[in-house]
């Protein structure tokens, strides 16, 4: 048999006997999920559950302001977050070609110079005297080595390194998710802090008029000087809130600054909170679709299947790795003939090297890797759970906090019309002061909590869509 013949025999071996791959192959864990989101109202039985969900919509689609899609789209160029989590993903991508590129045969080129001199008295015996001990030769070639994967070791760490390398991009999609939301929720907090800005200059001016009525009827003697210190304490409080609402404006401005990967400045201002077009209806969709919506969930599972693999890799060391290493070059001592027939070198070895008294490493390994894949499943399952929860939260939030609104209009419309009418019974002269200033300072409060809750509806909104799994995609 020639070589060539013996060296496809060993190539077809090892083809063969290459399907063998130890370690489990990967389920996903059976997660039991709800049929309907608890405090979807939406969903009045698990067969009205419709499939359409929130976070259908790209994050443009979300909220009908050009300026916040503009401020999004320049994080989603800018952020540093998001810049770190996509070199992570180049960097997994680098180590899975590393591990993939180990399945291969390697063939390296090299030259040698050699120079010895023996000794004449020495293992070999003594040489007589005249006969040269020097020796010098070169040599140039190629080398081939190559590790069959008889047991699918290499197969299997190229699938945790694939896995890792997935982690890694759902991550990224994570931190545009998270970056996409909370954009979105500094901007309406900004929107609802100009116009919780605007309520109190409205009612510091309100308040001036008013401590200028209580001024000139004192003069005239119809009102006393108490009335005068009430209608103070309107204006201080009004002005001592613009103070803070500056401060935490410009607070939240250098926040949302950072976002967009830039030093602190001015945000660009869009449509009024109490304006913004929210969507109709906020479905939440099929609880099933979730495990595949969620990047979170999406990157647990990856980790889960790379532990799982590593499984496979830690058992494939009790049983011996085989290597085919060989090299085919010239030898010569002068080097005008390396290159001639005379000079040809080749040589072929396969080996294997199989653990005798380490298998007690070898076993700590498999159970290390078992644990580690029993670690990854209990995560990947408290992640589904933990997004159910984030999606149960964000219903609820939304929906009682656009009752509380609706609540709190009223409660608005109501103290207007209480300010107006102790205003005209102080200018009659039926009352004091005080009832005024109870009146305009209800009203204050109930406008900036009006404020808050416009905010807070909106930003239940932004908490359910990245809680569905919005955000990520682009169209």
Known sequence: ?????????????????????????????????????RGDPTATS?????????????????????????????ALGHNFDLRIAAERVLQARALAGITQSARFPTLDAGASATATRLSQSGASGPIPGGVSTDVSYLQ????????????GRLRRANEASRAQYLASEEARRGVVTTLVADVAERYIALRALDLELE???????????????????????????????????????????????ERDITQTENALSLLLGRAPGEIPRGTRVDAVETPPTVP??????????????????????????????????????ISLTGFFGGQSRALTDLLSGPARLATASISAAAPLINRGRVRGNVEFAEAAQREAAVNYQRSVFAAFRDVADSLTEYSKTKEQRVEQERLVQAL????????????????????????????????????????????????????????????
Not at 14 to 35: D, E, F, M, Q
Not at 141 to 147: V, Y
Not at 214 to 238: I, M, N, Y
Not at 426 to 435: F, M, Q, V
């Open 1 to 37: 048999m020639s070589r060539h013949v013996r060296a496809a025999s060993l190539l077809l071996i090892a083809a063969l006997t290459g399907s063998c791959t130890v370690g489990p192959n990967y389920k996903r864990p059976v997660v039991a999920t709800p049929s309907v989101y």
């Open 46 to 74: 698990p067969a009205s559950v419709q499939p359409a969900s929130l976070a259908d919509l790209t994050w443009f689609e979300l909220f009908r302001d050009d300026t916040l899609a503009a401020l999004v789209k320049d």
């Open 140 to 151: 140039a070639g190629f080398t081939l080595a190559w590790e069959i994967d008889v047991w």
């Open 199 to 245: 309520i109190a200059r409205r009612t510091q001016e309100a308040a001036n008029n008013g401590l200028r009525l209580t001024d000139a009827r004192r003069s005239q003697g119809v009102a006393s000087g108490l009335d005068v210190r009430q209608a103070e304490q309107l204006l201080f409080t009004a002005t001592g809130q613009i103070a803070s609402l």
């Open 284 to 321: 939440a969709g099929l609880p099933s679709s979730l495990l595949e919506r969620r990047p979170d969930i999406r990157q647990a599972e990856q980790e889960l299947i790379a532990a799982n693999a590593q499984i496979g890799v830690a058992k494939a060391d009790y049983f011996p790795r």
């Open 416 to 475: 207007s019309e209480s300010t107006r009418l102790s205003t005209e019974r102080y200018r009659s002269g039926l009352d004091s002061y005080l009832p005024v200033l109870d009146a305009q300072r209800n009203l204050f409060e109930g406008e900036l909590d009006l404020a808050q809750l416009r905010q807070r509806e909106l930003a239940a909104i932004v908490q359910l869509y990245r809680a569905l799994g919005g955000g990520w995609k682009t169209s």
